[in-house]
Nanobody, 123 residues
């Protein structure tokens, strides 16, 4: 029983940066693996990044490596996605998700989902 709320989306020019935040309810946040996914209009929802319970291990889809950074602050019950060098193809609704185990990039492994936040990158 976890509620997730994303924030920080908006409109930015190509080459710019945004930081997304995901605030979680409850006092067991540190027991969850956290992930970020995104969905562009008319396309499937795709994996972006994941982070383990302690924040010591991360994984990214190839298209964002070197540009995006996932992190977490367990004391604040919050996970972040820092997005740099943004490209128009990054335009999508971004979702955060939580799972009690570790399912890596597979979205069916995640138990809880936020409502999403829109990121738009202009040319």
């Amino acid at each position: 029983q976890v509620q997730l709320v994303e924030s920080g989306g908006g409109l930015v020019q190509a080459g710019g940066s945004l930081r997304l935040s995901c605030a979680a309810s409850g006092r067991t946040f540190s027991s969850y693996t956290m992930g970020w996914f995104r969905q562009a209009p008319g396309k499937e929802r795709d994996f972006v990044a994941a982070i383990n319970r302690s924040g010591t291990s991360t994984y990214y889809v190839d298209s964002v490596k070197g540009r995006f950074t996932i992190s977490r602050d367990n004391a604040k019950n919050t996970v972040y996605l820092q997005m740099n060098s943004l490209k128009p193809e990054d335009t999508a609704v971004y979702y955060c998700a939580a799972q009690s185990g570790y399912g890596g990039r597979y979205q069916n492994s995640y138990d809880y989902w936020g409502q999403g936040t829109q990121v738009t990158v202009s040319s």
